[in-house]
T-cell receptor
Framework: DAKTTQPNSMESNEEEPVHLPCNHS???????IHWYRQLPSQGPEYVIHGLTSNVNNRMASLAIAEDRKSSTLILHRATLRDAAVYYC??????????FGTGTRLKVLA | SQTIHQWPATLVQPVGSPLSLECTVE??????LYWYRQAAGRGLQLLFYSVGIGQISSEVPQNLSASRPQDRQFILSSKKLLLSDSGFYLC????????????FGDGTRLSIL
């Protein structure tokens, strides 16, 4: 199965780091890992992506396990605006992006 | 900069009626285009994707079809809607292969009565 596995929901306190896990045990060597987040009634927003090495951008960091069977999205300081559903996606073939069921992140003030 | 437009934002249709949802992209050429459907509280299901004019790949056998008449235009259609076609339909584009991010439109919420 090409889908990823994520916890249904997580909670975090505002201003604290958040680690969102994802399992993709059947990933192939050329499949990328992407993360998106979605607010209610909106399209998903790109967060970050990577292949093997850890990646950083202004929004988040992506830590990829050495065997590539799992990854973790890291939000360094959660804000109320980070409350959303976070999707871990693996690519399949050259053009397909396979979404899992996502993690609903709740940020507590 | 690139933008993606989807319309309408909301649509209510009776069972058995036809459907046409349109998506256009501006500011880029030869994008890969995608249609997804999202049921309430669920993840995104890939319906169709296209890597060029007139080329359509279908992921799930269903009551829907897609067409790409122009480079930056992607259309989702149905001849006769079913109740199960209700959902949130999202169009997306990407600039190349698997190492490129996808960019999504604001979606169309389709309700079938």
């Amino acid at each position: 199965d090409a889908k990823t596995t994520q916890p249904n929901s997580m909670e975090s306190n505002e201003e604290e780091p958040v680690h969102l896990p994802c399992n993709h045990s059947t990933i192939s060597g050329t499949d990328y890992i992407h993360w998106y987040r979605q607010l209610p009634s909106q399209g998903p927003e790109y967060v970050i992506h990577g292949l093997t090495s850890n990646v950083n951008n202004r929004m988040a960091s992506l830590a990829i396990a050495e065997d590539r069977k799992s990854s973790t999205l890291i939000l360094h300081r959660a804000t109320l605006r980070d409350a959303a559903v976070y999707y871990c996606i693996r690519t399949s073939g050259t053009y397909k992006y396979i979404f899992g069921t996502g993690t609903r992140l709740k940020v507590l003030a | 900069s690139q933008t993606i437009h989807q319309w309408p934002a909301t649509l209510v249709q009776p069972v058995g009626s036809p459907l046409s949802l349109e998506c256009t992209v501006e500011g880029t050429s030869n994008p890969n285009l995608y249609w997804y459907r999202q049921a309430a509280g669920r993840g995104l299901q890939l319906l169709f994707y296209s890597v060029g004019i007139g080329q359509i790949s279908s992921e799930v056998p269903q009551n829907l079809s897609a067409s790409r008449p122009q480079d930056r235009q992607f259309i989702l259609s149905s001849k006769k809607l079913l109740l199960s076609d209700s959902g949130f339909y999202l169009c997306a584009w990407s600039g190349g292969g698997r190492n490129q991010p996808q960019h999504f439109g604001d979606g169309t919420r389709l309700s079938i009565l």
